[in-house]
């Protein structure tokens, strides 16, 4: 059973930075996306970053390039999110998703087939 769990939310001041982590556990084959989104109050999930599993393919919105970094721990599958100056605007719950049908980003939330539980991230001006 596959299971992706989250951590590295909090509250913190803007121009602060936080680490968010998605462990994946359980077996998955072949290629994979996995992308982290950022859900406001009464606002949908958006896609704000991601990297493929084999780290060839990475995405950034553009509210968050040169400020957020994806990466991943082969070793463990664990993938991170670091949040570099934040903004007030960044903040939101952060979900990390995996899309089996693409290896590039998608906005498409319905094509992710594992979730994490969410972190809550809190930017205070």
């Known amino acids: 059973q596959v299971q992706l769990v989250e951590s590295g939310g909090g509250l913190v001041q803007a121009g602060d930075s936080l680490r968010l982590s998605c462990a994946v556990s359980?077996?998955?084959?072949?290629?994979?996306?996995l992308g982290w989104f950022r859900q406001a109050p009464e606002k949908e999930r958006e896609l704000v970053a991601g990297?493929?599993?084999?780290?060839?393919?990475?995405f950034y919105e553009d509210s968050v390039k040169n400020r957020f970094t994806v990466s991943r721990d082969k070793t463990e599958d664990i993938f991170y999110l670091q949040m570099n100056s934040l903004k007030p605007e960044d903040a939101g719950v952060y979900y990390c998703?995996?899309?089996?049908?693409?290896?590039?980003?998608?906005?498409?939330?319905?094509?992710?087939?594992?979730w994490g539980q969410g972190t809550q991230v809190t930017v205070s001006s």
């Open positions: 998703g995996i899309n089996r049908a693409r290896t590039f980003a998608s906005g498409r939330a319905y094509e992710y087939s594992y």
């Open positions: 359980g077996e998955i084959f072949g290629p994979y996306f």
């Open positions: 990297l493929s599993r084999d780290g060839m393919n990475t």
